[in-house]
């Protein structure tokens, strides 16, 4: 890591379970407009623009992630400063790309005629009532609507798009409303773009092509997933294969759909380019979720057959296997999709150490880390957020994510705010629930539905050639503004 000030703060190493080379980079450091960079942290790498490089991923910036950070982008009621929003995205691309020039920055990924999908997360929406909470810091997080609102800024004031051109979007379109991103749309900055989801809401069969729910008549903004465009994985959900008269499971080799993933029209037909939004988010089934969950499990269906939860082992005790590791690298590294994510801007204004994605989880807790992050590489993104998940969890008494999972339930050391280290002992099997003692003694409860959080599908993205995961070719920059 590097900061540009160079003040403070040293980036520490979080648990992995595996390493992967990823692509080599090399050559000068030849950021313009950047100086007096300190050398701080594991993520050791120089990188340089691959000027011969497509657009996508990895992209022509291979390791190369920056971090913008405002005391003052967020205050202490969570109200985010639309104006130091405004810095930090110009001041981040600028330091992406290389350029002292904001509008040359977008111009080096967007150009007129381009129809640009804007890829956000709704899952982290505010408690409701009685919802999660049970950890301090308990708020929402979602793709902050001020981003939004800049991204949608900086396309049409640098880049010359049409408003039409473009669409911001999402997996589910209620998830989307419950966000409150529909009323977004009718303000005056977004007025004339375009919104898009790719199904109706939650079911859970996952398998219909058209995304529309039956009870609720055709929704105009939902456009389905594509029918020519799937990748196939040898397994299935539980529920999709039938059982015979005696009760045991039959599986119909024949029946492809249920090993399926289809690709969002969005994706596949609507859009030449995309622009991800996550959140510096962990998950208790990856582990993590940032820009390469957010488009594997964003931007398909039949994603519910990549964690299952509730079967019973011997003994009553539970099970939850978890096939997160392939999936997430399997779904993302689909041609189009590949192809067509350009640029993948992590809204960390607000992180969540534990219980994503959602709300609904009792250990959801969160804070204010105060930053964007920018790349082209999304497995570098990822691999840096892990890190400094990894880190907030430590400071907090967390284990780290890849520690955490049913089968992983056992004594672990008690340590101090500044070791990842935890108590852990089975409370009761039946219900998969865990005393946690944090740094202070205080106990806590939470609930792991998974076998193991599953973060090694950053490492396995990389040897897909999805992006860099060694931290030796990750270059992290800093940039601390007042």
């Known amino acids: 890591m590097r900061r540009e000030t160079g003040l403070g703060g040293v980036t520490r190493r979080g648990f992995l379970l595996g390493a992967g080379a990823g692509l080599a980079v090399g050559g000068p450091l030849g950021w313009l407009g950047l100086r007096g960079w300190q050398a701080l942290g594991p993520f050791t790498g120089r990188t340089s623009e691959q000027p011969q490089a497509p657009l996508g991923m990895p992209g022509p910036f291979p390791g190369r992630v ?3 950070r405002h005391p003052a982008v967020i205050d202490p009621a969570d109200r985010i400063d639309p104006a130091i929003v405004r810095r930090m995205m110009d001041r981040g691309m600028c330091a992406l790309t290389g350029s002292d020039d904001v509008r040359m920055a977008w111009r080096r990924f967007f150009e007129p005629g381009d129809v640009v999908g804007i890829k956000v997360n709704p899952v982290g929406r505010a408690p409701l ?7 301090a810091g308990a708020r929402g997080v979602i793709s902050s609507p001020a981003v939004i609102v800049e991204i949608v800024r900086a396309l049409l004031d640098h880049c010359g798009l049409r408003r039409r051109d473009i669409i911001v979007f999402e997996r589910y379109a209620n998830e989307f409303r419950d966000a409150g991103y529909a009323r977004l749309m009718t303000c005056r900055d977004l007025d004339g773009c375009r919104w898009y989801a790719s199904a109706w809401g939650y079911d859970d069969a996952q398998l219909a092509i058209d995304g529309q729910h039956s009870r609720y008549g055709r929704d105009p903004h939902v456009v389905g997933y594509d029918p020519d465009q ?3 994985m040898g397994f299935a959900a539980p529920e999709h294969t039938p059982r015979d008269a005696d009760g045991r499971r039959r599986f119909h080799p024949r029946d492809d759909r249920i090993q399926r993933s289809h690709l969002s029209i969005i994706v596949s037909r609507l859009c030449n380019k995309i622009i991800t939004v996550p959140n510096l988010k962990d998950h208790k089934s990856a582990g993590i979720t940032i820009a ?5 499990h964003g931007m398909n269906n039949n994603v519910a057959r990549s964690h299952i939860a509730g079967l019973y082992r011997l003994g009553g005790s539970m099970s939850g296997p978890n096939q997160c590791n392939t999936f997430i690298p399997t779904a993302v590294n689909q041609t189009p999709l590949r192809h067509k994510a350009v640029l993948h801007i992590c809204d960390g204004i607000i992180g969540v150490y534990e219980g994503g994605p959602g709300c609904w989880n009792p250990t959801w807790g ?4 105060k930053s964007l992050f920018f790349a082209t590489d999304p497995v ?11 880190a907030k969890r430590a400071e907090l008494g967390w284990a780290p994510v890849g520690h955490m999972g049913l089968v ?3 004594p672990q050391l008690r340590g101090t705010p500044g070791m990842a280290a935890m108590t852990v002992g089975c409370q009761s099997s039946a219900a998969a629930a865990a005393v946690v003692l944090d740094h202070q003694g205080r106990a806590r409860w939470l609930s792991e ?3 193991r959080r599953q973060p090694e599908h950053v490492a396995l993205a990389g040897l897909v050639g999805l992006g860099v995961f060694d931290a030796a070719q990750i270059e992290h920059r800093v940039i601390e503004l007042r």
Do not use: C, Y
Not at 366 to 369: G, L, V
């Open 66 to 68: 920056v971090e913008t």
């Open 129 to 135: 009532p009685g919802e999660g909470g049970r950890l």
């Open 230 to 232: 799937f990748v196939t």
């Open 292 to 296: 390469l969950k957010n488009m594997s």
């Open 366 to 369: 969160t804070w204010q880390r």
């Open 380 to 390: 570098a993104l990822d691999h840096v957020g892990w890190d400094i998940i990894d």
């Open 408 to 410: 992983q339930q056992g």
């Open 449 to 451: 539905p998974f076998d």
